[in-house]
């Protein structure tokens, strides 16, 4: 992929590119195409194999189901498990894209959203002239479950991450994780760390129509002591890796790439959405501003953001 694109303009992909696979939770089989979409047009998933077909923007007003993965629907169409895909044209920039799905749900493949980047890097990316609107957090915003938190709060960077994770198995617990996003990071750190799940869950799951999909070819599965994938993990820490993937695809569908701090605490996809209607509906607590260069954006940052919420929160 090239990496000398302008940092403040749009990007879409130069042409199509397909792949085929299961759904997790179906089990259907399932194609997917991306494509080039123009500018200020967003993200737009368009189910293909219903007539007529229907388009469902990536917006958080059409999340319809957050049990198990993150669904968006609309007239009664939905498409499910977006948020591998929507992760992955977060992490590489891509602020324009239609995306054909011919099937019930975006194909799981791997269990990560490394399969999607490849198939942004096989379509190419094209830089557009129209220049990138950022969403710029100016006051935190929280919502809270429990012993569960999600706070976005304002940066003087772009937008970063701390994440901690604690499922009290001796697996996955108290594991953190903080990174300061950037398409090569994303790339690095996030994008090959693969959706999990537990053996006790699998006959409640496929009780309740989830995970029919679900194997050890596209997801981690832990019994009480052990991992079960033979190949074992690929980030000793890759529990929490994946949930900072889930968070940037469901915080993706605010319809803008971010300017800010996520700090959470245990959340999953049903906080996440949470946090991203709140953050909407708090209209005094961003701005969004179009820089054109790095110096635009620190001056804007200068002129918007009080010195006193600039702390960003420490991982718990």
Known sequence: MKMDLHPF???????????????????????????????????????????????????????????????????????????????????????NARLEVEGPEVPILDGSAEPFVALV????????????????????????????????????????????????HPLISDQTYALELSNRAFQREIAGARTFGFKRDVERLHLAGLARGGSLDNAVVVDDFNILNPEGLRF??????????????????????????????KSGHALNHQLVRKVLAEREAWEVVQPRAEHELHALQERLLPVLSMEEPQVA
Do not use: W
């Not at 993150?70 to 590489?92: D, F, N, P, Q, Y």
């Not at 990138?132 to 003087?156: E, F, I, N």
């Open 121 to 168: 890097q096989e379509a190419g990316v094209h830089e557009q002239r129209a220049t990138r609107r950022y969403l710029m957090v100016r006051k935190p915003v929280v919502v809270t479950d429990g012993d569960k938190q999600a706070r976005l709060s304002p940066t003087r960077g772009t937008f970063s991450v701390s994440y901690t994770i604690d499922f009290q």
């Open 9 to 95: 303009r749009q990007r879409t992909l130069k042409q199509r590119a397909t792949l085929d696979g299961i759904g997790l939770h179906s089990g259907a089989k399932v194609r997917l195409t991306v494509a080039p979409g123009p500018a200020d047009s967003g993200i737009v998933f368009i189910r293909t194999d219903i007539s007529p077909r229907v388009e469902i923007a990536a917006l958080s007003e059409h999340v319809v189901d957050t049990t198990m993965n993150t669904s968006l629907g609309k007239e009664r169409v939905r498409i499910g498990t977006v948020e591998h895909l929507l992760a992955a044209l977060a992490g590489c920039s891509i602020d």
């Open 236 to 265: 000793p820490d890759e529990f929490v890796r994946h949930k900072i993937l889930d968070a940037l695809g469901d915080l993706s569908l605010i319809g803008l790439p971010i300017i800010g701090h996520l700090h959470a605490v």
